[in-house]
């Protein structure tokens, strides 16, 4: 049975972006860095997208004082989480799919410019 890919062209678009500051920057810098040329390029491309948003979390029906802040969301409905590692690993896409199953979201994109010789990145869905 052939599975339907959630918000294909969005992903896409979000990708994309991320392809394009890998490819003017390459890999080696910090994750600010690549933060701050990510959120540049989500602007030039005109995806809408809120950067570090604070995300109120709750534990037994109450809000705790602590909250999350993922690195992205776009579109009002793609958690985008970006590294700058040599390699993904586990943890990173429990990251993603912990911010998923907080937020309600679908899908998370997962992005690492660390990775040589090209950018590495994984869709992760809820």
């Known amino acids: 049975m052939k599975q339907e890919l959630i918000y294909p062209k969005r992903a896409y678009k979000i990708i994309g972006a ?3 500051v890998y490819k003017r920057v390459g890999n080696g810098f ?18 809408p997208f809120e950067a570090q948003p604070k995300i109120p ?3 037994r029906g109450q809000k705790t004082k602590k ?3 993922p690195d992205f969301i ?11 590692v040599e ?4 943890q990173h896409e429990s990251q993603v799919l912990n911010y998923l ?9 997962l992005a690492n410019f660390g990775h040589h010789p090209r950018l590495e990145y994984s869709r992760i869905v809820l």
Do not use: D, N
């Open 67 to 69: 909250h999350f802040v």
């Open 30 to 47: 910090t994750e600010p860095l690549y933060q701050e040329c990510l959120e540049m390029e989500l602007s030039f491309r005109e995806i």
């Open 74 to 84: 776009c579109f009002g409905a793609i958690i985008l989480e970006i590294k700058a």
């Open 18 to 20: 991320c392809f394009e």
């Open 101 to 109: 199953h907080a937020t309600g979201f679908r899908l998370g994109l």
């Open 87 to 90: 390699k993904c690993m586990k």
């Open 57 to 59: 979390f709750s534990y």
